[in-house]
Structures are given as structure tokens and as C-alpha cells.
């Protein structure tokens, strides 16, 4: 079955680390996002890539980095330097066309600093 | 893209259509109304999108009005697994693709 896949679902984290999460599809598109969401708020661009090998920040990409080295695959990492992690993280993904076309979502990680 | 305007929250008896108002009056020529719903700690899930005609499909329809500054997504006959959240989007249709916005959503409370 074709999909995006996020992994893990639930993640911990001590402070000061830093810390992957994982996004990967098997829907041959091309954009990638990522998104936070907080309690009772709405998604929050983070990053998003457009094509392999690039990627460009969204409205919140202070203390997260990312890479998009496969098509399949748009790793986030939340570094030490983001000071309020704990939050549900979601990855989209969308094929290039004319924009007649829906984004796709994973199940989140939620992620919690402890 | 254009930004857009929803109520925080709604409700609606089930078995009874739920009507859902979005207002984008910024909306361009070439962008689509996008709808996706969130059900708590789950990934968005699509429902519709359109640009300028009404759209029907098996969840749901989606009216634009004609001069394309607002719509409403209508499910039919609403039951309790439609509570959630539920997103308005508007987004650009171009090849290159932009950053698209997800708002604050409606909470679509569905009650027996």
C-alpha cells in the first residue's frame, strides 16, 4: 500500500539533546512538509523541499534542521537549540503537478521533552 | 496563498447536515479550496477541493460561491465519528510548489 510513513509515534527526549524523527513515502511525490502542532492549535510550517537535495524554512524553523537527500525520505531534527519541543509533529507530502492534487499525511510523532 | 477565516467550533446533532462556512476573500484566480479534517492525534485526512464549481463526493460537498470569496463544506448527515477538527486551505496551483497554511481549524462537536 502506498503511504507516508512516520516513525516512531511517541518519542522522549532529555534536554539538550538532539533528536530525529523520521518521514518516509512511498508515493513517489515530490514536496515534502513538516509541521508542528500544539494543544488546541493549528499546523505550523516548519520546513518544507520542493525537489531532492533541496529545501526552504517555513514560518517556525528555528532549532530544527532537515535533509532531503531521497525523494522517499525528509529526516526532521529537533536540536538542543529549540527551546519548547515538546509538541505533535506531522509530515505531508504532495506530487508535482498542476496543484490539483492533495497532500498526504503520516499519523504524527508526538514528542515530548522529559 | 491566501489566508483564510473559520468559527472555532460547531455543533450538530446527528443524522442532521453539518455546514461548514470558510471565508477567503484574498483567494486568487488560480488558487483551489482545499478541506481536511484532524481527528484527535491523527495525521489530517483529505476530504475535498475545488476552484470555482460546486464539488460533490462520497464524504462530502463543497459550495463556492461565485465570486470565490467564501465556501462551506456540507456533510450530509453527520454521525459522531465526524467530530473533529476540520481545516479550510487555500493553495496556489502552480508546478512549484509554495508553502501552503493550515488556520486554527472548526471544531465539528457531533452530539447524539
Known amino acids: 500500500d502506498g503511504g507516508i510513513t512516520q516513525s516512531p509515534k511517541y518519542l522522549f527526549r532529555k534536554e539538550g539533546q538532539n533528536v530525529t524523527l523520521s518521514c518516509e513515502q512511498n508515493l513517489n511525490h515530490d514536496a515534502m512538509y513538516w509541521y508542528r502542532q500544539d494543544p488546541g492549535q493549528g499546523l505550523r510550517l516548519i520546513y518544507y523541499s520542493q525537489i531532492v537535495n533541496d529545501f526552504q524554512k517555513g514560518d517556525i524553523a528555528e532549532g530544527y534542521s532537515v535533509s532531503r537527500e531521497k525523494k522517499e525520505s525528509f529526516p526532521l531534527t529537533v536540536t538542543s537549540a529549540q527551546k519548547n519541543p515538546t509538541a505533535f509533529y506531522l509530515c505531508?507530502?504532495?506530487?508535482?503537478?498542476?496543484?490539483?492534487?492533495?497532500?498526504?499525511f503520516g499519523q504524527g510523532t508526538r514528542l515530548t521533552v522529559v | 496563498d491566501a489566508k483564510t477565516t473559520q468559527p472555532t467550533s460547531m455543533d450538530c446533532a446527528e443524522g442532521r447536515a453539518a455546514n461548514l462556512p470558510c471565508n477567503h476573500s484574498?483567494?486568487?484566480?488560480?488558487?483551489?479550496v482545499y478541506w481536511y479534517r484532524q481527528i484527535h492525534s491523527q495525521g489530517p485526512q483529505y476530504i475535498i477541493h475545488g476552484l470555482k464549481n460546486n464539488e460533490t463526493n462520497e464524504m462530502a460537498s463543497l459550495i463556492i460561491t461565485e465570486d470565490r470569496k467564501s465556501s462551506t463544506l456540507i456533510l450530509p448527515h453527520a454521525t459522531l465519528r465526524d467530530t473533529a477538527v476540520y481545516y479550510c486551505?487555500?493553495?496556489?496551483?502552480?508546478?512549484?510548489?509554495?508553502?501552503?497554511?493550515f488556520g486554527s481549524g472548526t471544531k465539528l462537536n457531533v452530539k447524539p
Open positions: 484574498t483567494i486568487s484566480g488560480n488558487e483551489y
Open positions: 486551505i487555500v493553495r496556489v496551483a502552480t508546478y512549484n510548489f509554495n508553502k501552503f497554511y
Open positions: 505531508a507530502s504532495i506530487s508535482r503537478g498542476s496543484g490539483n492534487t492533495e497532500a498526504f
